[in-house]
Each structure stands twice: as C-alpha cells, then as structure tokens.
C-alpha cells in the first residue's frame, strides 16, 4: 500500500490482491464471519493503546469487514467510489441530516 489511501485505491489493490471470480458465496461467508468479530470485540471494548496497536483490536476487524466487502464489490464489478455518493445523495433526500442505521418509523 502507497498511504494515498481511496476507495478507488483499495478496491484496486484488493482487485490485484485477492480476486477470485466464482467465489462469491465464501467472500460474503468470510464478511458475515468478520461482522460477528466486529460484535465480539464492540463486546470487549478491544480497543488499541497506541495508533499502531492494530491486532487483536476492533479497528483490525472493521478493516477485515471493509476488505471483503470491496472484495464482494469487485467480483461483482461494482466501482463503490461511483455507488457512495449516488446512496448517499439518495439517504440524504429521504431523511435529511440522519444517518441511515437512525432512521426512525420504519
């Protein structure tokens, strides 16, 4: 990695680095896996104790969660830097200054 860090980027990097068409089904297990270390270590408050304490903490699995899901967006041949700003121009006119996970009187 070059520290010019972007979607764009990462998906490129993930794209040369971990692309497997026709595996669809264990990337997307390998998310599910990863969102439930989220919850684990949300759980045990594993946060690090110095900006590079990484391992073993919730910011390594946040980045495990980001990882397969630009993965999953690759074998799909989605370019996510052109999908953010579409959703979020969309969650924007339904429930204006709220985040999505907040929305009320679903």
Do not use: S
Request: proline letters at 6%; aromatic letters at 10%.
């Amino acid at each position: 990695m070059d520290g010019n860090i972007t979607v764009k980027y990462l998906q490129d990097y993930l794209r040369q680095k971990d692309f497997k068409p026709g595996q669809e089904r264990e990337y997307f297990l390998k998310l599910a896996e990863e969102v439930g270390e989220v919850a684990r270590a949300m759980h045990k408050g594993l946060l690090p104790k110095a900006p590079d304490d990484v391992i073993g903490t919730l910011g390594e699995e946040l980045w495990d969660v980001m990882y397969y899901t630009l993965a999953l967006a690759n074998l799909y041949g989605i370019d996510m830097e052109t999908v953010i700003p579409i959703k979020e121009a969309h969650n924007e006119k339904r429930r204006p200054g709220q985040a999505p996970a907040f929305e009320t009187g679903r």
